[in-house]
């Protein structure tokens, strides 16, 4: 399986989470050297505690599934 399919299958597990608190994650890119990019969405998009949800919840469910994840960072898409 490719890192890509990895990374979006282990993000399902951390969706209901999101969801019940009326956010999501969006999954932007994964790198050759490990770096995913995700787009935080709906209510977790203006968090305050948005930093803490993707480093100790998301981030760290990624590396805890995928050895090959090094880091997760948010990045906020501008609408075309």
Do not use: F, W, Y
Not at 2 to 19: I, N, T, Y
């Amino acid at each position: 399986m490719e890192l890509k399919e990895q990374v979006e299958k282990a993000l399902e597990d951390v969706r209901p989470a999101l969801e019940a608190h009326g956010g999501n994650v969006k999954l932007v890119d994964v790198t050759e050297d490990g770096t995913v990019s995700v787009e935080l969405e709906g209510a977790c998009k203006g968090c305050p505690m948005s930093q803490m949800t993707l480093r100790m919840g998301i981030e760290r469910h990624l590396k805890e599934q995928i050895p090959e994840v090094k880091e997760v960072v948010s990045v906020d898409q501008q609408p075309a």
